[in-house]
Each structure stands twice: as structure tokens, then as C-alpha cells.
């Protein structure tokens, strides 16, 4: 079947760490989007890619890295310049004709112990 | 710039009757708007879309909702609901013109009680 995978699914990392989450899909879909969502925040767009090897950056980009090597992965990377990393992050891919369409993995969540 | 604002944080329901979960939009340029549902620790999964066609949108699981100019409105309803419907809502404003960016409220949790 035809989707998205992220993982890891929950994750744990130490202040001062890096941590990278995967996001991969098989949609052949050209556009990626990773956002952050916290409680009562809704959804917030931290980087987006629309074509392999160039990619945007979103509302809270700051703490965050991406890459787009392959079409079918957009993995993030979550710094320790980020100062409240505790979220859930959630992967997206759409048709470029269609951003508003968006197919979502089932996020990852992110705990800074 | 465009935004949304979801009226209810939370509105519960017995099963089998309405659903009502109301947005409002603001948007500079002729907007799409979406609905999305979001089940616990699940991603999001797109229920219908407005992209300027007609005003009465359908989308899955018997939902639709109305865009209304005049308020600014894109409320969503169902005629009757089922236990499988408590999730979270969200709904989505986007602008027609360049990247489409969308600007996702905050959210209405639905409970639905037997």
C-alpha cells in the first residue's frame, strides 16, 4: 500500500543531543513537509520541499535541518540550538498541483528528558 | 494574510445526532479550504476540500460542509454521529496564489458519548 512511514515512533533524547527523524514515502509524490504540533497550537510548518535537493523553510525553521537527496525521503533533524524540542513532528507529502491535499505519516514524538 | 479560527475547542455530542464544528477564515485572496481529522497519536487524513467549485462540499464518512463569502464561514456537519467520529478536527485555510501555503486552526476535539 501506498504511504508514508515515519520513525522512530517515540523517541527520547538528552539535552545537547541531535536526533534525526526518518520520513519516507511511496506516493511518488514531489512535495515533502515536515510540521511541528503542539497542544491546543494546531499545526505549524517547519520545512518544505517541493522538488529533490532544494528545499524551503517554514514558519519555525530555527533548531531545525533537512535534506531531500531522493525523492522518496525528506528526513529532519532536530538540533540543539531548538529550545523546546518536545513535540509531535509530522511528515506530509502532497502533489505540487495539489499543496492542500496532504498525506500525512503518523508522526513521531519527540520527548527531551 | 490568511487565517482561521476554530470557534469550539471542544463540543460533545450523543451518537446519532448532528455534528456541528464551525471555522471561520480570513484570507486576502480568493482562499481553499480544508477540513482534516486527526485521530490520538494518528496523522491527519483530509475529510473534504472548497477550492471554488461549488459551495457544498462532500467529503468522507457522510461529513460536508458550506462555504459561506458573506461570513467567512466553512462549518462542518454531519447529520448523525457514530462513536468512530470522536477525533480531533482541524480546519485549513490556503491562498490561491504562489507556494499555497496553509494555516491549520487550532483544532475542535469531538466527543461523542453512546
Known amino acids: 500500500d501506498g504511504g508514508i512511514t515515519q520513525s522512530p515512533k517515540y523517541l527520547f533524547r538528552k539535552e545537547g543531543q541531535n536526533v534525526t527523524l526518518s520520513c519516507e514515502q511511496n506516493?511518488?509524490?514531489?512535495?515533502m513537509y515536515w510540521y511541528r504540533q503542539d497542544p491546543g497550537q494546531g499545526l505549524r510548518l517547519i520545512y518544505y520541499?517541493?522538488?529533490?535537493?532544494?528545499?524551503q523553510k517554514g514558519d519555525i525553521a530555527e533548531g531545525y535541518s533537512v535534506s531531500r537527496e531522493k525523492k522518496e525521503s525528506f528526513p529532519l533533524t532536530v538540533t540543539s540550538a531548538q529550545k523546546n524540542p518536545t513535540a509531535f513532528y509530522l511528515c506530509?507529502?502532497?502533489?505540487?498541483?495539489?499543496?492542500?491535499?496532504?498525506?500525512f505519516g503518523e508522526g513521531s514524538r519527540l520527548t527531551v528528558l | 494574510a490568511q487565517s482561521v479560527t476554530q470557534l469550539d475547542s471542544h463540543v460533545s455530542v450523543s451518537e446519532g445526532t448532528p455534528v456541528l464544528l464551525r471555522c471561520n477564515y480570513s484570507?486576502?485572496?480568493?482562499?481553499?479550504l480544508f477540513w482534516y481529522v486527526q485521530h490520538p497519536n494518528k496523522g491527519l487524513q483530509l475529510l473534504l476540500k472548497?477550492?471554488?467549485?461549488?459551495?457544498l462540499v462532500k467529503g468522507i464518512n457522510g461529513f460536508e460542509a458550506e462555504f459561506k463569502k458573506s461570513e467567512t464561514s466553512f462549518h462542518l456537519t454531519k447529520p448523525s454521529a457514530h462513536m468512530s467520529d470522536a477525533a480531533e478536527y482541524f480546519c485549513?485555510?490556503?491562498?490561491?496564489?504562489?507556494?499555497?501555503?496553509?494555516?491549520f486552526g487550532t483544532g475542535t476535539r469531538l466527543l461523542v458519548s453512546p
Open positions: 506530509a507529502s502532497s502533489i505540487v498541483r495539489f499543496p492542500g491535499e496532504l498525506f
Open positions: 506516493l511518488n509524490h514531489d512535495a
Open positions: 520541499s517541493q522538488i529533490v535537493n532544494d528545499f
Open positions: 484570507s486576502s485572496y480568493s482562499p481553499s
Open positions: 472548497y477550492t471554488s467549485a461549488a459551495t
Open positions: 485549513v485555510v490556503s491562498e490561491n496564489t504562489g507556494f499555497q501555503k496553509l494555516v
